[in-house]
């Protein structure tokens, strides 16, 4: 109840305000560019590399190929994939037990891609000022044009980025060839502008909403993290207490910290938290405000390093273990997890034989012979066309019917073939017989078999005789 005893409304939910980011310069900010520079050159310019005519990178799922750097991955690589996918899992517990959320700084898709909307909001709205001001001025020719320009380099960076994502599922310039005829499928144009969507919504209205309440990492780095993690931490014993005075001033004198109050830390981060408040989930460890607030310590005359990398231990005068157990825990299931990739790719065989028993027809019997027939799938997963020739054996007298010349198999293709196997009646002895049945190329290099059931029902001897 209010003071003039009339009901009071609460509202439940407060619109955040919008964050305007300020730029900054320094040894981080670089870090970043850099890695923005790397991961979005290998987002967009590797689905156009090929190499003999294969995409480099090519998630062909109608065929159900994996083409990875020049390795193609088929379903019964499975093991490969799940390997590969527990590697990414323990690298990220690995960095962010060592320092922190590096990940969410340097190398997030929504990091990387929320920085590129801002430069574009940069070189059309201005500075954060000048963004600002524009924002809460009216509607007039000016604002209409820079608003207009934004939106436009927004929205075709973000078909681009959809276009590009489907391009690693499709072969890219056949997507492109078609796009350009209006001529796309379905599927290909919803992903293409969902994606798009999403970038465009993601890093271009969302931004830091992502990260403070949709993103699950920051919620559970917690677990992850502990007093030796290195993470970004202001020096509360020398900063405070905070204050304003002239860069002649004596902060002794004072009574005051180092910490200026001038608010940089808190203009440059990209979630709108203040550092000097301590650790927070919002917090992504772009480590923009060590860079601003060592360029005011520049300015100010006094150490840096008021806002640093440090621990939890360090910043309290505890000693500070950075190589510790569960740091050599991670680093060593990382690496025998590498390991069992390399052995399991190394050891992956080259050509996959399987045989299907013609479940309509069991068995034949012509001219003293019996005969069985199957079907036999060869599986190429090597970059050459092969000429496989098959064999069998495990019984006497046991040879291939058909096929009598040698089976040629494209590059990453599967080539199903009728198989028929006989046998001389006088050989045979009822009953289900193990035989393997054996592919090889026609220089030898390539060898593969399985193991399957030749079937001699008494009946057909009964007859024979």
């Known amino acids: 109840m209010s003071e003039g005893g009339q009901p009071q409304t609460i509202p439940l939910y407060i619109k955040a305000p919008k964050v305007y980011p300020r730029e900054i310069k320094g040894r981080f900010a670089s870090l970043r560019v850099i890695a923005a520079w790397v991961l979005l050159g290998m987002y967009y310019v590797i689905p156009w590399i090929s190499v003999n005519g294969?995409?480099?990178?090519?998630?062909?799922?109608?065929?159900?190929?994996?083409?990875?750097?020049?390795?193609?991955?088929?379903?019964?690589?499975?093991?490969?994939?799940?390997?590969?996918?527990?590697?990414?899992?323990?690298t990220l517990f690995f960095f962010t037990a060592l320092a922190g959320r590096l990940w969410c700084?340097?190398?997030?898709?929504?990091?990387?891609?929320?920085?590129?909307?801002?430069?574009?909001?940069?070189?059309?709205?201005?500075?954060?000022?000048?963004?600002?001001?524009?924002?809460?001025?009216?509607?007039?020719?000016?604002?209409?044009?820079?608003k207009s320009t934004k939106q436009f380099l927004w929205i075709v960076f973000a078909l681009w980025t959809g276009f590009t994502f489907v391009g690693f599922f499709v072969p890219i310039r056949d997507v492109a060839v078609r796009a350009?005829?209006?001529?796309?499928?379905?599927?290909?144009?919803?992903?293409l502008f969902f994606y798009a969507f999403a970038t465009y919504g993601n890093?271009?209205?969302?931004?830091?909403?992502?990260?403070?309440?949709?993103?699950?990492?920051?919620?559970?780095?917690?677990?992850?993290?502990?007093?030796?993690?290195?993470?970004?931490?202001?020096?509360?014993?020398?900063?405070?207490?905070?204050?304003?005075?002239?860069?002649?001033?004596?902060?002794a004198e004072l009574g005051l910290g180092d910490c200026i109050d001038c608010m940089a830390c808190v203009q440059v981060c990209p979630t709108g938290i203040d550092i000097r408040d301590g650790l927070q989930i919002e917090c992504i460890?772009?480590?923009?405000?060590?860079?601003?607030?060592?360029?005011?310590?520049?300015?100010?005359?006094?150490?840096?390093?008021?806002?640093?990398?440090?621990?939890?231990?360090?910043?309290?005068?505890?000693?500070?273990?950075?190589?510790?157990?569960?740091?050599?825990?991670?680093l060593g299931a990382l690496l025998a997890l590498m390991a069992l990739v390399g052995m399991t790719v190394a050891s992956r065989q080259p050509l996959l034989v399987?045989?299907?028993?013609?479940?309509?027809?069991?068995?034949?019997?012509?001219?003293?012979?019996?005969?069985?027939?199957?079907?036999?799938?060869?599986?190429?997963?090597?970059?050459?066309?092969?000429?496989i020739s098959i064999a069998v054996e495990g019984l006497d007298g046991i040879y291939v019917i058909e096929p009598v010349r040698p089976v040629t198999v494209a590059p990453s293709q599967v080539a199903n073939q009728p198989l028929t196997i006989g046998l001389p009646l006088e050989n045979a002895r009822a009953g289900m017989h193990a035989i393997t049945v054996s592919a090889s190329d026609d220089d030898g290099q390539v060898h593969s078999e399985t193991e399957t059931r030749f079937f001699i029902p008494a009946r057909a001897l009964e007859n024979a005789q």
């Not at 209006?182 to 919803?190: M, S, V």
């Not at 405000?289 to 505890?318: F, H, Q």
């Open 54 to 90: 294969q995409q480099l990178v090519l998630f062909d799922l109608v065929n159900r190929k994996f083409h990875i750097l020049g390795l193609t991955l088929w379903p019964q690589d499975l093991i490969i994939l799940s390997l590969l996918l527990a590697m990414a899992a323990l």
């Open 105 to 146: 700084g340097y190398a997030c898709p929504q990091t990387v891609w929320t920085e590129v909307f801002l430069w574009m909001e940069r070189i059309t709205e201005g500075r954060r000022n000048q963004r600002m001001r524009l924002d809460a001025g009216p509607w007039n020719r000016n604002k209409i044009v820079r």
């Open 180 to 191: 350009l005829d209006f001529n796309l499928g379905g599927w290909e144009t919803f992903w």
């Open 203 to 251: 890093a271009g209205f969302l931004r830091e909403q992502v990260c403070k309440y949709m993103c699950p990492y920051a919620r559970f780095q917690s677990a992850m993290l502990d007093d030796d993690s290195l993470i970004i931490s202001y020096d509360v014993e020398r900063g405070e207490p905070r204050g304003p005075r002239k860069r002649s001033a004596n902060p």
């Open 285 to 330: 460890a772009c480590a923009a405000c060590i860079d601003a607030c060592d360029d005011v310590m520049d300015k100010m005359g006094y150490p840096r390093g008021l806002i640093r990398y440090s621990t939890g231990n360090a910043m309290a005068g505890r000693p500070t273990r950075i190589l510790r157990p569960r740091i050599f825990i991670y």
């Open 354 to 387: 399987d045989v299907l028993r013609d479940r309509t027809a069991l068995h034949r019997v012509s001219d003293q012979m019996l005969e069985n027939p199957y079907t036999i799938k060869l599986t190429n997963r090597t970059e050459d066309e092969l000429h």
